[in-house]
């Protein structure tokens, strides 16, 4: 059973500093790009960004240079800094996996980020 669970959402002043992690179980986390979606109240989900095995990543517009995407293959977890975040940064996060086998899609329950002040 694949499983991915985020935690680190919450609320924060604009300016402020989040980290999500996401865990995961039942992927080949070696063989899967992980990555961040969000969505905000009325609006569609939006890429905020995916990295690689090899630690490659790419960042929506709005986030470059204030999320940093991160993982750790031994524990199958990836992370998600952001920093100088701002009130248009609020919504439910999600966390996001692709695996190369089969090219498999999996996602996480979701964690709301808030920014306000």
């Known amino acids: 059973q694949v499983q991915l669970v985020e935690s680190g959402g919450g609320r924060v002043q604009p300016g402020g500093s989040l980290r999500l992690s996401c865990t995961t179980s039942g992927i080949i986390f070696g063989l899967s790009d992980m990555g961040w979606y969000r969505q905000a109240p009325g609006a569609q989900r939006q890429l905020v960004g995916i990295i690689t095995p090899a630690g490659i990543a790419n960042y929506e517009e709005s986030v470059k240079g204030r999320f940093t995407l991160t993982r750790d293959n031994a524990e199958t977890t990836v992370y998600l800094q952001m920093d100088s975040l701002k009130p248009g940064d609020t919504a439910v996060y999600y966390c996001?996996?692709?695996?190369?086998?089969?090219?498999?899609?999996?996602w996480g329950q979701g964690t709301q980020v808030t920014v306000s002040s």
């Open positions: 996001y996996a692709r695996s190369y086998v089969r090219s498999l899609e999996f």
